[in-house]
């Protein structure tokens, strides 16, 4: 919303909320019975609160359902009504998250239950807080004016968040509802990628000019009565809304109050691209530690802030995600989903392992033979493989992890490769000779000694190969490097493990 305030000023201020942590007399109970309280014990312990009251609920309404037909569907409805306001008065206790942590940790019925006696003014924040997942389902049994009614308590950038997930005429109505101004501002975030700046940004700013002394802009913020959250700058604009600097709050209470804001304002700031790259941002947060930078057009028209709690979502949501595809999962899954949906969300991977592992098997299946002749090499097989297995994720872990931070270039990238090449003979001679050794102290065997150092020395420098090349590959592609690769690395390292000894095997010890 847009405020004018004479003509040098204007403010764009979105909605701040405060909730309460915890009540003084719900801290007072929770301390009795311990000194000390961290975030996971007071979680743990306000869900078990809810699900023994969900379970106290379940046994009255059989008690009822088992009682007398008399007035029954006044007293079933009497207790229900009861039930749910002793959940209520639970929840406007705690803060949104709080509650969306109660929410995912609920089965889908309980949760449905929890979901309905939550509906304060305060449901929509719960709905930003919960995972996608969670919140399919909690949106999926909403009508859409109960949608367009939570959405109105909403700033315009968490109307975004949650856009993608609303049903079309719930977003009619939602979108009906709104003034010029914040459908402007809806659309402008909308526009952008996932992965833009743009589509974090806010406009809970302040905007000033550089012609004012700070005295007066101290009297007009004491007029505002409150400032947007994680204000620790103000943004000093030209008459064409380009941004000349900041004036930190630091310097505006420490500076002589009829300094101009032109000789104290910082023209040496961060700012951001709408299009840029919000994991650039990421990085840009963390090294100049920032709490908020404004974002500006080609132009360079101020159009937004970034702010460190949006930055802050980004990296929990992007860590979780590379956690899952590390894994083959390929999306937020809700723990309580259906069988189903859980299931079709893991076939992809698996579908792969199925059809290498496969081709393991056929690999050793062409060399039976040498099996059945020298049993020793059943034993010492997997070793090279699993070894394998771990030189790769090794190196695959640190180009990920690389390319996320944005330190490799077309510079810097083939005196990489060869850094990790020359580490993989390193490690591939030694351990190779730790396996030769280990070979012949058990089978007292030359030869079979010899196999596995050499198979050994091979397989991690195969493994290495790999665990650089497809990160890479998938980089440039436009893929997102860590999908898959800890599966397609197992699964190469394992067959190219196998077929490297007993190839070596046959080679050399049936001659």
Known sequence: MTIDFFVPFRVVRGQ?????????????????????????????????????????????KQLVERGPATHHDLVET?????????????????????????????????????????????????????????????????????????????DTDELADLAADLPKRAMLKIL???????????????????????????????????????????????????????????????????????????????????????????TDFVLFQTDQDTADAARAFERYNLISAPVVNEQQELQGRLCVDSILDFIREKSD?????????????????????????????????????????????LFEDVILQLVALASLMPIVAAMGGNS??????????????????????????????????LNGTLIGLIMGLLGFLLYRDT?????????MFINLLVAVMVGISIPLLRHKFGKDPAVGTSVILTSITDSMGFFIVLGLASWFLLK
């Open 16 to 60: 701040t909320s405060f909730y309460p942590l915890i009540s003084a007399s719900t801290l007072r109970s929770t301390m009795a019975n311990t000194d000390k309280l961290d975030t996971t014990q007071f979680l743990q312990q306000q869900l078990q609160e809810v699900i023994t009251l969900l379970e106290k609920q379940q046994l009255e």
């Open 78 to 154: 009497l207790l229900h009504k009861e039930q749910q306001a002793r959940l209520q008065e639970k929840f406007n206790l705690l803060h949104p998250a709080d509650i969306a942590y109660i929410l995912e940790s609920l089965p889908l019925g309980q949760r449905k239950i929890a979901w309905e006696a939550i509906k304060t003014e305060h449901d929509g924040q719960v709905l930003l807080e919960v995972s996608d997942a969670v919140r399919h389902t909690l949106i999926s049994g909403m009508a859409p004016e109960e949608l367009a009614s939570v959405a109105g308590t909403l």
């Open 176 to 266: 009906r509802s709104l003034n010029s101004s914040e459908r402007s501002h809806l659309n402008s975030i909308l526009a952008y990628q996932d992965n833009q700046v743009g589509a974090l940004m806010d406009f809970g700013m302040i905007t000033i000019r550089d012609d004012l002394n700070l005295k007066a802009i101290s009297s007009y913020i004491r007029k505002l009565g409150k400032l947007p959250s994680h204000t620790d700058k103000l943004f000093v604009v030209d008459q064409h809304n380009r941004v000349k600097g900041i004036l930190p709050l630091q310097r505006l209470l420490t500076h002589p109050p009829m300094q101009q804001v032109a000789d104290v304002m910082v």
């Open 321 to 365: 995600d590379d956690m899952l595809s590390q894994a083959g999962v390929v999306e937020d899954e809700d723990l309580f989903s259906s069988v189903w949906k859980s299931a079709s969300n893991r076939w992809g991977w698996l579908l792969i392992n199925i059809a290498t592992a496969f081709a393991s098997t056929r690999i050793i299946s």
């Open 392 to 425: 790769g994720n090794q190196t695959s872990m640190l180009i990920i992890r690389s390319l996320a931070l944005g330190q490799i270039t077309s510079a810097n990238v083939y005196r990489l490769i060869k850094k990790e090449l020359t580490l993989a003979l």
């Open 447 to 455: 030869a079979i000694a010899c196999v596995m150092a050499i198979a």
